[in-house]
């Protein structure tokens, strides 16, 4: 015969224990916040193409001089919060272990190898010093060869991150990387309030970078030829050997009637840059490139090379002047 099941008896409070406290009220929250999540998520992402696709019109009709065109579609954005909402929206859409952020992660990765060659690079110069009789020599081949003081605890990686917004992509690894956050509208007080194209050229090695980052800003620029341009004035801001992170949605690469990964790669390397290393998630595109001396600047106009009526029209032109 089966056992009986035993009855479990509830838990009760003891006789002198206080009851349970209610659960705290909700924190208030935006309207945005009060939106299940699905319909949170599609809101954002509704926000955020649309402004991208107000920004575009705006730089058509900025260079073809109708401002009253302009006015009308400065009024369309400011309704819909302007600059910052857009920015805000990005934050809460720019979840990277969904794929939708600056994937400041993957960048990490590629940048402690670099960091390992920066430190070999510092310590042959100290061994060549060491030969040349200018040290003392028993303590800076030390130093070359352990990587201590001069050459591990001292060098950092240089990084300008553009488009920077709350400006905590790279705070974990501050002890080795030295980071300069700018933003047209920064959403903290680490982040300087800068336009990227009005930064003046450095002047020195000492005003240049190791790793400029460009994630997801280029094809916020609505003139494909201030694309162009970006990417050119970005080349002056890094260091001999410097990586240049670029970070695009994948449909401009991918479902572009002017733009193709191989185009892509033939523009950047006129332009100065080889690439390292490229990464395609579910949607981005991913590039880390590498400064180059030798390379030959050419024009490059907005040509189709993919028709289709389902294909976006991103591009980048480049002209030489």
């Known amino acids: 015969m089966a056992k009986r099941a035993k009855r479990v008896k509830p838990i009760t409070l ?11 009220p909700a924190a208030a929250t935006d309207a945005s916040d009060s939106k299940p999540r699905g319909r949170r998520k599609a809101s954002t992402q509704k926000l955020i193409a649309s402004y991208h696709t107000l920004n575009k019109k ?18 369309q954005m400011e309704a819909m919060g302007g600059l910052h909402a857009y920015q ?20 990490v990765q590629q940048l402690r190898a670099e960091l390992a060659e920066l430190r070999d690079s510092e310590a042959e110069k100290l061994v060549v010093v060491a030969e040349n009789g200018e040290e003392e ?35 974990k690894q501050a002890s080795w990387i030295d980071v300069t956050s700018i933003d047209l509208n920064p959403q903290c007080q ?16 000492h005003e240049k970078f190791n790793v400029l980052c460009l994630s997801l800003v280029v094809n ?10 970006m990417l050119i004035h970005a080349r002056r801001f890094l260091l001999p050997r410097g990586l240049l992170f670029l970070v695009l ?22 332009i100065g840059y080889e690439l390292v290393k490229h990464h395609f998630a579910r949607k981005l595109a991913l590039y880390l490139l590498r400064r180059v001396e030798q390379f030959k600047l050419q024009d490059w106009t907005k040509t189709q090379m993919n028709p289709g009526i389902e294909r ?10």
């Not at 003891?14 to 705290?24: D, I, K, L």
């Not at 001069?150 to 905590?168: E, M, N």
Request: aromatic letters at 4%.
């Open 58 to 75: 705006l730089h058509a009709v900025l260079k073809a001089g109708d401002s009253t065109a302009a006015g009308s579609i400065k009024t």
């Open 220 to 229: 916020f620029v609505g003139d494909p030829k201030l694309r162009g341009d």
């Open 312 to 321: 976006n029209n991103f591009c980048i032109v480049v002209k030489r002047s």
């Open 88 to 107: 805000r929206a990005s934050l809460r859409g720019g979840n990277e272990k969904k794929g939708l952020g600056a994937c400041g992660s993957w960048l």
């Open 190 to 205: 680490t982040v300087r309030k800068q336009d990227f194209f009005e930064r003046p050229r450095p002047t020195g090695a």
């Open 137 to 171: 020599v028993e303590e800076v081949e030390e130093e070359a060869k352990t990587g201590s003081p001069a050459t591990q605890q001292k060098l950092k990686l240089k990084l300008l991150d553009v488009g920077a917004l709350d400006g905590g992509t790279y705070s």
């Open 249 to 270: 949605p994948l449909p401009c690469v991918k479902n572009s009637r002017y733009m193709s990964h191989a185009h892509l790669l033939a523009i950047l390397k006129s």
């Open 14 to 24: 003891r006789n002198n224990a206080p009851p349970a406290a209610p659960p705290p």
